[in-house]
């Protein structure tokens, strides 16, 4: 119900909204949950597990009930109706406990700022605001971030006033003021400082190593569907702090007893600030719960706005003196020594059952039915030292305060006011003040003379020292919730112990409590108590769950900011991409890179248009845009030296002019990468590695030559995007190049198979490698990028040259028996296990792998090796991945396996299907049969050598 | 998110990086030498201390140089970095 007048909303304007397909209004200033309390809108979710009613308990994010959907204008599930900030047109729904993922594509746009500091502080009520204004003003940059609409914290929800201790120039004369007054008052200060930002709507989700921390600023969220387009809806901030101040509250905790879930129980501070903040009674007679002074003040401030006070159940034996003296003057019945025994109402609260608690009896019994539509609870205030613990602090028990504490921290941090369990206004404004000059000094390296004086308060919200009061002692605990988001009660707890449980961390995943969206804000430090009590242990030696980023929910886009769709990986593209897309090639990724994989004609499907590249290749003349192939420039003094070592293979043999294939391993021998050497000078390689693994082994090559063997004078460039390559591949491809090159030499005697030349290809300055990964006649024609594409253009134009994809270049080089590093090996194979014994050097003393090629393990048997299959059906394609056994039946599991496909291919030149696979003694069962398991079937299959077509080699001269 | 100080750069933030593992795990001199199980402690066993622990950086996405640091594993403190080559510091 609406208060005739008070609160911080502008009554002046409507705001209309559409909540489960009924219409109501509110106002600018208002929650989702106020403006629902405002209309009379009890309950707003359905529980997860139990289908409860559940209403509103809280007044901020540690809400752990009213999760709503929002439907329009922009869905998103699973919010905090307390989080939600009113808008025009806003629909929303309550939740059955889990929310549902929008199906259309968020045109909103997300960024992200990375932002340096001298002091940052978290949370601006009254600590944070003295803390900023300490460290203000002084030349230190100051980050002040809150994660609510308006800064103020608790003076927004409170009558509390203030006076200035000293005089102050900015503020005027005033001498008391509205804390909430002093709060835009300093807001407004701070906002004029060039050296400090205020960021509103702005959570710290997450405190990392040296003072990193993340945050979420909620830029236009709030304004519904009039948020302009052209304004980022959410940003990520990532501030580098070098002093910390968290001044980030307390939250209220409940109290365990029957029925605490129903709508209408309430955390009493909420309730206050609903009141005061929002001018909203959330009920119309209302009995108070508390173990604690605090929420008296919430009880007089509701009973002075117009709500009546049934009752205050306190479980004290009496409040302290201006608690019960502000009773006695508002007529209000306190029940001292009594607990609430029970809420009760169908749907909402109707009820509320209280007894006497009476410490010998197991059960408190409730003695008297007081009738209320609103039960305000208070079990305490615990504060929230989430980011402290996630900053690696230490926290501890206080057995006086009956609450978990910060104690220490290695980063350079402090928590302030309540967080640190200073629960006075004065004492919150002293604190924040003086951590913020603590924090200025640490973080300038020096000693700052002039000081901030911060206000004190006028009046004060009581805080006589309460009792820690957790359980209401009953003989049924099915209906105690501990963890209304989770449906968790304290039977799910005693279950949990009974079990042998003991760990409060066992307990949190056993029984779910505190891993919902609210992450057991005011629930975590009562399931503690819980399982204390039921252990017969102190809630001290148990201590409390890791508190783990992030501190709210954060949405997947604002992580994501501007790094999705087409900006979520750098697209890379060859300098024929364009022919590529204008020849209709479809494209294949490779790491980063567009590589076209075959260029279908009308009407072909790829099986046909990958048969007829094949054929083109090994019957006439076809090309391959090959520019993704790693390139690095080796050149130095040792830099044969060099390749020696990291090669399989010796490498400083190599003549001038000629080129040789290669092996890298790891030291534990197994193959790491292939490519080619190519040695331009006595000095100077070129050596081109697999597509994917091109950074890879400039990291390779520069860690050892950095760590290893720094005095080796060598450098290594990276040089892949500075040439285009083409493969002419084919019978007919010396045809084809000598007439692109009427002044090079291309028999084979005069440009021999590993050899290079420069020559002037189609006019332009070219490179030319006599190389083949096809078993075909082939060059490899190098230019520089910028002649990439007349290069390619030219070969096309000779009409003779067919073009073909990564597809065409799998089969052709699998049915050679080319293995393709990372896919026909995975980390455990070596240059033998792939039958290449002769790329392994006998002669040289040392390279990197060669003394595991003297372990007995790489000697084994029975080592994975590389083979051939053939299906006995020709035309079956086994799927790369299928495992292969040895028998015609499967024996019970499990089966042993025998190896795996790797390649898999319809081939055009053997006229069928066939594999390469890595099994078990490959290498000695040419001619076995073995089997398949595919699809609940055995499909037999014939081992054979890797090398499937043309193994004499008859055919790479033409 | 580590602020990692690279002795050439200075301090940058983690992601500009990468880790190397164990520092001072040295390539034998004559590999050839070894036992198998010598070469297995080379290859495959490295120290996992609670506490400080010489290991090796990477400036990648920087000056992609390499160098040293004395971490401590337990609060991820550096203690000290320093160049390829040079003895660890003594850090207390």
């Known amino acids: ?958 | 998110m580590l602020l990692i100080p690279c002795p050439w750069c200075g301090p940058r933030e983690e992601a500009e990086f990468h880790y190397g593992g164990q520092a001072h795990v040295a390539y034998p001199d004559d590999p050839s030498a070894l036992s198998d199980e010598e070469w297995a402690r080379y290859l495959f066993f490295r120290d996992n201390p609670k506490g400080r622990f010489a290991e090796r950086w990477s400036h990648s996405a920087g000056c992609r140089r390499w160098f040293n640091a004395v971490r401590d594993t337990a609060t991820n403190e550096i203690h000290a970095v320093y160049r390829v080559g040079e003895a660890r510091p003594v850090t207390s």
Not at chain 1, 157 to 162: K, M, Q, V
């Open chain 1, 1 to 958: 119900m609406r208060r005739e007048n008070g609160g911080r909303i502008d009554r002046g304007t409507t705001l209309r909204f559409t909540f489960d397909g009924s219409e109501y209004t509110g106002h600018p200033g208002d929650t989702l949950a106020s403006a629902l309390l405002a209309n009379g809108v009890r309950q707003v979710a359905t529980s997860v597990k139990l289908g409860r009613p559940r209403g509103i308990v809280s007044a901020g994010g540690e809400e752990p009930s009213a999760v709503v959907q929002i439907e329009a204008p922009f869905p998103e599930p699973m919010l905090p109706a307390t989080t939600v900030e009113l808008y025009e047109g806003l629909v929303a729904s309550s939740l059955p406990g889990q929310g549902r993922l929008a199906t259309e594509p968020d045109p909103a746009r997300y960024d992200a700022v990375h932002a340096h500091c001298d002091v940052l502080v978290v949370g601006a009520g009254p600590a944070g605001l003295a803390a900023a204004r300490a460290a203000a003003g002084t030349g230190a940059r100051v980050i002040l971030a809150d994660e609510r609409s308006e800064p103020g914290g608790s003076l927004l929800g409170t009558h509390e006033t203030i006076t200035e201790s000293e005089p102050d120039d900015v503020l005027g004369p005033q001498e008391v003021m509205p804390g909430a007054e002093w709060a835009a008052a300093t807001t407004a200060l701070l906002d004029g400082l060039p050296e400090v930002r205020v960021l509103r709507r702005t959570t710290v989700i997450g405190y990392y190593d040296d003072n990193y921390v993340v945050a979420v600023e909620r830029r236009t969220n709030h304004l519904g569907a009039a948020a302009p387009a052209d304004v980022a809806r959410e940003r990520v901030w990532r501030i580098r702090a070098k002093r910390v101040v968290l001044a980030t509250g307390a939250h209220e905790r409940s109290i365990a007893f029957a029925g605490n879930d129903l709508p209408g129980v309430m955390l009493a501070g909420s309730a206050r600030a609903y009141a005061n903040r929002y001018g909203v009674l959330p009920g119309e007679r209302a009995v108070v719960f508390t173990a604690n002074d605090s929420a008296y003040a919430a009880a007089f401030d509701l009973a002075d706005a117009g709500a009546e006070i049934a009752a205050i159940v306190d479980v004290r034996p009496a409040p302290g003196a201006a608690c019960a003296a502000g009773a006695r003057e508002r007529g209000i019945e306190v029940l001292t020594g009594h607990v609430v025994t029970a809420a009760q109402g169908d749907g909402q609260l109707s009820s509320v059952l209280a007894g006497r608690l009476r410490p010998e009896a197991e059960a408190a019994v409730g003695e008297r039915e007081l009738a209320a539509d609103l039960l305000l609870v208070s079990g305490g205030w615990n504060p929230v030292v989430h980011l402290f613990s996630q900053a690696g602090g230490t926290l501890r028990y206080d057995e006086a305060l009956g609450t978990i504490v910060p104690v220490a921290c290695r980063q350079a941090v402090e928590a302030a006011g309540a967080a640190k369990g200073v629960f006075t206004l004065t004492g919150c404004l002293a604190d924040g003040a003086e951590a913020g000059h603590r924090a200025l000094e640490a973080a300038l390296g020096t000693a700052v003379s002039e000081r901030y004086t911060p206000p004190r308060a006028t009046t004060e919200t009581p805080t006589a020292p309460g009792t820690a009061f957790w359980l209401v002692p009953a003989t049924d605990y099915g209906a105690h919730f501990v963890d209304p988001q989770r449906d968790v009660t304290v039977a799910d707890v005693l279950r949990a112990t009974g079990a042998g449980l003991r760990s409060v961390e066992h307990i949190k995943r056993y029984t779910t409590a505190g891993t919902a969206h609210d992450q057991g804000k005011t629930s975590g430090l009562l399931t503690t108590a819980i399982v204390a009590h039921a252990l017969g242990a102190s809630v001290g030696e148990l201590g409390s769950t890791t508190f783990r980023a992030p501190y709210a929910p954060v949405s997947f886009a604002a992580l994501a900011g501007r790094d999705r769709g087409s900006l979520h990986d750098p697209v890379r593209v060859t300098a024929l991409h364009e022919w590529h897309v204008a020849n209709g090639a479809l494209f294949e990724n490779v790491g980063q890179w567009k590589r076209p994989w075959y260029y279908p004609r009308e009407g072909e499907d790829m099986e046909a248009a990958v048969l007829r590249e094949c054929a083109a290749a090994r019957q006439g003349v076809a090309a391959m845009d090959a520019s993704t192939l790693g390139k690095i420039d080796v050149i130095g003094p040792d830099a044969a030296e060099l390749l020696d070592r990291l090669y399989t293979n010796l490498m400083s043999s190599l003549a001038v002019g000629a080129i040789r294939y290669g092996v890298m391993c790891r030291p534990d021998g197994m193959v790491f990468d292939d490519g080619t050497v190519i040695r331009l000078a006595e000095d100077h390689f070129l050596v081109t590695t697999t597509t994917g693994n091109a950074a890879a082994v400039l990291d390779w090559m520069e860690e050892w030559l950095q760590t290893e063997w720094p005095t080796l004078r060598v450098h290594c460039t990276s040089v892949t995007e500075q040439w285009a390559t083409v493969a002419l591949v084919g019978p007919g491809s010396r045809e084809v190049l000598a007439g692109l090159a009427p002044d090079l030499a291309v028999s084979a005697a005069d440009f021999p198979f590993m050899t290079w030349r420069e020559a002037e290809i189609a006019g332009l300055p070219a490179r030319v490698c006599r190389i083949s990964f096809s078993g075909e006649l082939a060059y490899e024609i190098n230019v520089t990028s910028w002649d990439g594409l007349r290069l390619w253009t030219a070969i096309m134009d000779t009409g003779l040259v067919t073009p073909y994809g990564t597809e065409t270049m799998h089969v052709l080089r699998a049915e050679k028996g080319y293995p393709i590093v990372g896919q026909d090996t995975d980390g455990t194979v070596t240059p033998q296990d792939l039958g290449m014994a002769w790329v392994v050097s006998k002669k040289k003393p040392d390279f990197v792998g060669k003394r595991s090629f003297a372990r007995a393990d790489t000697a084994r048997a029975d080592r994975k090796q590389l083979v051939g299959l053939l299906p006995e059906d020709p035309g079956f394609l086994l799927p790369e991945g299928a495992h292969l056994v040895a028998g015609a039946e499967l024996p019970e599991p499990p089966v042993p396996t025998l190896g795996h496909v790797t390649s898999s291919y319809r081939s055009a030149a053997l006229g069928r299907t066939f594999a390469l696979a890595l099994v078990s003694g490959g290498q000695g069962r040419a001619g076995a049969r073995l089997y398949a398991p595919v699809g609940g079937v055995l499909v037999p299959v014939t081992v054979t050598s890797h090398v499937l077509y043309d193994p004499e080699g008859a055919r790479r001269d033409g």
